[in-house]
């Protein structure tokens, strides 16, 4: 049953992944179509990451309660329906409404989906199983931009938008009919979020995300504009963000066995430390190869850090609350994510947009040596470690 429901869930999560991707790079030109100016686009594009984030920690903890199918379901079904919405959408504020309602439905599926997977994960398996199952998300991030501006140009802006929703009913359609509910949720009473937040082991995790997911927000909102000033096609701009991710989701199973048998601290430092000296170089790219390369970096730092975080908060979650835990873990992310192009966006203001790669650089940084400095000589993980 758990190869069932891991492979289920893997291809749900791919697809869905898949469908938002497949729009994501063109909502600000599809925002500017209806009027919408900077500020605004802003708003649209924030109103998803700040609905996914305030409503992450809460469903999480209702589906340690009351069990996790139901909320994916409700969550594909939302997926589903907002698709046909965005077509429908002719106004700058109908638009943000629907992407504050898409990311609470975002909030129901991976969150969920890794809480799923957290339970269902054996002792000391927990970066393999979550490791390979983050190859879902990064592969459907990677090769969404592409259909959709195939979408795009061949057809319309609509097609890309009803492409999504037919991928998020046919997650739905699967998930209602092979997916079994385990009722994880019955065996151990979760803790509180008091306690979960004093755990020293989890503020470790909670900063570094955070402070993780700022550096890649800001990579990601404003490599266009380094790739632009060096000459950088359209094209191989897509192209250098695919090879990001795609090197991470490709090395995700084999680091996730590594942190199971090693250090899960120390190559979650490795990791950090790898990207953070990508982002400090991107500055002195001098066309697209050096680009090229510096993003294979970063993405291969991404796969060396992300499974060893995820197994040592699987373990968390399996002591404290799977979903209160992947809950908090993905409203991190999600915070950081939000933060990270507006911060960088008036660090570029006031001084260069080469800062805003080695200020970005500077925070992650900022975050391994905290994490580090909290996670040493910490005998609480070491107890974690030996019993769950």
């Known amino acids: 049953m758990e190869k069932r429901i891991f492979t289920v869930l893997f291809i749900a999560v791919f697809a869905t992944m898949l469908g938002a991707g497949i729009i994501e790079p063109f909502m600000a030109i599809y925002a500017e179509s209806l009027g919408a100016n900077g500020l605004m686009i802003g708003l649209i594009f924030g109103s998803f990451t700040l609905s996914r984030a305030l409503f992450t920690p809460l469903i999480g903890r209702i589906?340690?309660?009351?069990?996790?199918?139901?909320?994916?379901?409700?969550?594909?079904?939302?997926?589903?329906?907002?698709?046909?919405?965005?077509?429908?959408?002719?106004?700058?504020?109908?638009?943000?409404?629907i992407r504050f309602l898409h990311g609470l439905a975002s909030a129901m599926v991976l969150p969920i989906s890794m809480a799923y997977i957290g339970d269902i994960a054996p002792k000391n398996q927990e970066g393999k199983y979550l490791g390979t199952f983050t190859i879902a998300f990064f592969m459907g991030l990677a090769f969404g931009p592409i259909i959709g501006g195939t979408l795009h140009d061949i057809w319309h802006m609509n097609a890309a938008f009803y492409t999504?929703?037919?991928?998020?009913?046919?997650?739905?359609?699967?998930?209602?009919?092979?997916?079994?509910?385990?009722?994880?949720?019955?065996?151990?009473?979760?803790?509180?979020?008091?306690?979960?937040?004093?755990?020293?082991?989890?503020?470790?995790m909670l900063i570094f995300r955070t402070l993780n997911a700022y550096g890649v927000a800001a990579l990601m909102g404003f490599l266009p504009l380094l790739a632009e000033k060096i000459n950088v096609t359209i094209f191989q701009i897509g192209f250098i963000v695919t090879a990001n991710l795609l090197v991470s989701s490709l090395f995700q199973r084999y680091f996730g066995i590594v942190a199971d048998k090693g250090d899960k601290i120390s190559m979650l430092v490795a990791g950090s430390i790898m990207m953070l000296i990508a982002l400090a170089l991107m500055p002195l790219s001098t066309g697209f190869y050096t680009l090229l390369l510096f993003n294979i970096l970063m993405g291969l730092g991404s796969a060396i850090s992300i499974p060893a975080g995820s197994a040592i908060t699987a373990k968390l979650g399996k002591k404290l609350g799977m979903g209160s835990v992947m809950g908090l873990f993905n409203t991190a992310f999600g915070i950081g994510g939000g933060i990270g192009p507006i911060m960088a966006g008036l660090i570029m203001l006031a001084t260069s947009l080469a800062f805003v790669f080695v200020s970005s650089a500077i925070i992650v940084l900022t975050g391994t040596i905290i994490f580090y400095y909290l996670m040493k000589n910490n005998f609480e993980y070491r107890k974690l470690v030996q019993e769950v």
């Open 63 to 97: 589906s340690d309660f009351k069990g996790r199918k139901n909320l994916l379901l409700i969550g594909l079904t939302g997926y589903t329906v907002l698709s046909f919405f965005y077509a429908a959408a002719h106004t700058t504020t109908s638009l943000t409404i």
């Open 164 to 204: 999504m929703g037919a991928i998020s009913f046919f997650s739905l359609l699967m998930l209602i009919f092979m997916l079994p509910e385990i009722n994880a949720h019955k065996k151990n009473v979760p803790s509180s979020f008091k306690v979960i937040l004093r755990d020293k082991t989890m503020q470790a």
